[in-house]
C-alpha cells in the first residue's frame, strides 16, 4: 500500500501543478478582449454617420433659396469642425465619464481632451472606437437643427450657439440614455440609436429657435420653392446610406442585432416613402419628389430608436406611422399655427422621433432586443420623451436669450435680402461665366 501511495503522489503533484497552469488562461478568457471584426465594423459605421452631415449639407441645401445655398453648406461642414473639438476637450467627458458631476444627470470631467481613453477594450472594440463613434453622433445632432433657422441667422452666433446648445443639452441628454449611471437607462428606457438623444432633443430645440429667431421675410406668401431638388435627393441619398452606420453601428458589434437593425431601417424607410406619396397623391393630386425625400427622412428618424428592437413588420408599422403623423403636422399643425421651421425639423425630426421612441414601447420584439412591447414600457419611453422635451425646451430658451445678449443672433433686413452667401461668407454657390 505504502509503495502505491508513492508512486501516486508525483502524478497529484503534477495535475495539481497543471491547473494552477491554467488559471493564466481562464482568467485572460474572462477578460474584456478586442475583436477585430467588431472594431472594423464600428469603424466603418462611424465613417458612415459623418458621410450623414456633409448628406444632411445637400438635403437642406437643396431646398433653401439659392442666394443661400453656400451659407447651409457652410453651417453643416463647421459644425462638423467645432463639435468635434468640443468632444475631444470635454463633451464626451461630460456625455461618458466614469464618474458623475451630478448623479444620473451628467458625467465628469475624467476623460477631459481624452486623457485615459485609449487602446483599452471597451467591450469588443477599442475604447477610441467607442468614442470616435458616439462623437459622430454629437456632431449630426445640432447640424439637424440647422434646417429651422436657414436663411435667417448670423454664422458667428450660430457657432457659439452649437458649442454651447451641445454642452448643455446634447452631452446631459446622451449621458441620461447611454452613459454609465444615467437616469433614463437606469428606468429602462430604449433607444437603440438615438429618437431621445438625437431626434427629440434636435426637433424640440428646432423648434425653439424658429419661434425665437422669428419668421423669413415675405413668409409664407413670397418663398420661393427649393432652388435644386437634385441635390436634396442627392442629399437624402447619402443620408440613407449612412443611417445604417447610424442604426447598425449601434450594436457596437458585428452581430445579429447588427443585422436586423439593418434590414428593419431599410424597411421602415421604404414604408414612409412609399406612404408620403400615397398621402401626396390623394391631397395633391400628384406624388412628389420633395415629398417622397420627406417621407424617406421621416421613416429614418422614427425607426432609430426601435431598430434594436423591432421585428420586420413593427417597423413597417413605424414607417406608416411616421408619415401619417409627420405629414399632419407638416402640411396642418405648421401652417395653422405660422411659425417658420424653415425645412420641417420639428415636423420631421421632432415627431418623427417621438413617434418612433413611443412606439418601440409597444412593438418591441423580444426575441431581437430583450425587451418585449408592453404597456408598462410604453409609459417608460412616454416619460422619458415627455422629460427630454421639457429639458431641451427650457434650456434652448435660455442659451438663445444668453447668446442674443451678447450677439444679435438674427441678420440684419438688409443682409437677409441679399443672402447669407454673399454677407456671411462673400461668395456665391453659381457664377456666371461670360
Known amino acids: 500500500m505504502e509503495t502505491k501511495?508513492?508512486?501516486?503522489?508525483?502524478?497529484?503533484?503534477?495535475?495539481?501543478?497543471?491547473?494552477f497552469s491554467l488559471v493564466p488562461e481562464v482568467l485572460a478568457e474572462s477578460e474584456p478582449a478586442i475583436d477585430s471584426g467588431d472594431?472594423?465594423?464600428?469603424?466603418?459605421?462611424?465613417?458612415?454617420?459623418?458621410?450623414?452631415?456633409p448628406g444632411l449639407a445637400f438635403f437642406y441645401g437643396g431646398l433653401v433659396r439659392k442666394k443661400n445655398f453656400l451659407s447651409v453648406l457652410m453651417q453643416c461642414f463647421v459644425i462638423i469642425g467645432i463639435i468635434t473639438l468640443q468632444w475631444v476637450l470635454w463633451g464626451?467627458?461630460?456625455?461618458?465619464g466614469p464618474g458623475e458631476l451630478i448623479k444620473g444627470f451628467v458625467g465628469n470631467f475624467d476623460y477631459v481632451g481624452l486623457k485615459g481613453v485609449g487602446m483599452e477594450p471597451n467591450g469588443t472594440i477599442p475604447h477610441l472606437a467607442f468614442m470616435v463613434f458616439q462623437g459622430m453622433f454629437a456632431i449630426i445632432t445640432p447640424a439637424l437643427i440647422v434646417g429651422a433657422f436657414a436663411e435667417r441667422v448670423r454664422f458667428s452666433a450660430m457657432c457659439i450657439f452649437m458649442v454651447l446648445w451641445a454642452t448643455f443639452v446634447y452631452d446631459p441628454v446622451c449621458h441620461w440614455v447611454?452613459?454609465?449611471?444615467?437616469?433614463?437607462?437606469?428606468?429602462?428606457?430604449?433607444?437603440?440609436?438615438?429618437?431621445?438623444?438625437?431626434?427629440?432633443?434636435?426637433?424640440?430645440a428646432a423648434l425653439v429657435f424658429a419661434i425665437f429667431i422669428g419668421k423669413r421675410k415675405g413668409?409664407?406668401?413670397?418663398?420661393?420653392?427649393?432652388?435644386?431638388?437634385?441635390?436634396?435627393?442627392?442629399?437624402?441619398?447619402?443620408?440613407w446610406f449612412g443611417w445604417f452606420g447610424f442604426n447598425a453601428g449601434s450594436a457596437l458589434a458585428a452581430d445579429g442585432v447588427a443585422a436586423s437593425a439593418f434590414v428593419v431601417t431599410h424597411v421602415a424607410t421604404a414604408a414612409a416613402l412609399v406612404t408620403w406619396a400615397i398621402l401626396d397623391w390623394i391631397f395633391n393630386q400628384k406624388p412628389t419628389v420633395l415629398g417622397v425625400i420627406t417621407g424617406a427622412v421621416g421613416g429614418l428618424v422614427a425607426i432609430t430608436p426601435a431598430s434594436g428592437f423591432v421585428n420586420p413588420t413593427g417597423a413597417i408599422a413605424i414607417g406608416v406611422g411616421s408619415s401619417l403623423l409627420c405629414y399632419f403636422f407638416v402640411s396642418c399643425v405648421k401652417p395653422k399655427f405660422g411659425y417658420d421651421d424653415t425645412l420641417d425639423v420639428?415636423?420631421?425630426?421632432?415627431?418623427?422621433?417621438?413617434?418612433?421612441?413611443?412606439?418601440?414601447?409597444?412593438?418591441?420584439?423580444?426575441?431581437?432586443?430583450?425587451?418585449?412591447?408592453?404597456?408598462?414600457?410604453?409609459?417608460?419611453?412616454?416619460?422619458?420623451?415627455?422629460?427630454?422635451?421639457?429639458?431641451?425646451l427650457v434650456v434652448t430658451?435660455?442659451?438663445?436669450?444668453?447668446?442674443?445678449?451678447?450677439?444679435?443672433?438674427?441678420?440684419?433686413?438688409?443682409?437677409?435680402?441679399?443672402?447669407?452667401?454673399?454677407?456671411?461668407?462673400?461668395?456665391?454657390?453659381?457664377?456666371?461665366?461670360?
Open 5 to 19: 501511495m508513492k508512486w501516486r503522489w508525483p502524478g497529484v503533484i503534477a495535475i495539481i501543478c497543471g491547473m
Open 39 to 53: 472594431t472594423a465594423f464600428v469603424l466603418i459605421c462611424a465613417a458612415l454617420v459623418l458621410l450623414m452631415t
Open 92 to 96: 464626451y467627458s461630460l456625455a461618458f
Open 178 to 204: 447611454w452613459g454609465s449611471g444615467g437616469f433614463m437607462g437606469a428606468m429602462g428606457a430604449l433607444d437603440f440609436a438615438g429618437g431621445t438623444v438625437v431626434h427629440i432633443n434636435a426637433g424640440i
Open 219 to 239: 413668409y409664407p406668401n413670397k418663398m420661393s420653392p427649393p432652388h435644386n431638388l437634385p441635390f436634396a435627393v442627392l442629399g437624402t441619398g447619402i443620408l
Open 346 to 392: 420639428f415636423g420631421v425630426h421632432g415627431i418623427g422621433g417621438i413617434w418612433g421612441a413611443i412606439a418601440t414601447g409597444f412593438l418591441a420584439d423580444e426575441a431581437i432586443g430583450g425587451t418585449a412591447g408592453s404597456l408598462a414600457q410604453t409609459w417608460i419611453q412616454t416619460k422619458s420623451v415627455a422629460i427630454t422635451i421639457i429639458y431641451t
Open 397 to 434: 430658451t435660455i442659451l438663445l436669450f444668453v447668446v442674443n445678449f451678447f450677439i444679435k443672433i438674427r441678420v440684419t433686413e438688409e443682409e437677409e435680402l441679399i443672402g447669407l452667401d454673399l454677407s456671411d461668407h462673400r461668395e456665391t454657390a453659381y457664377t456666371i461665366l461670360d
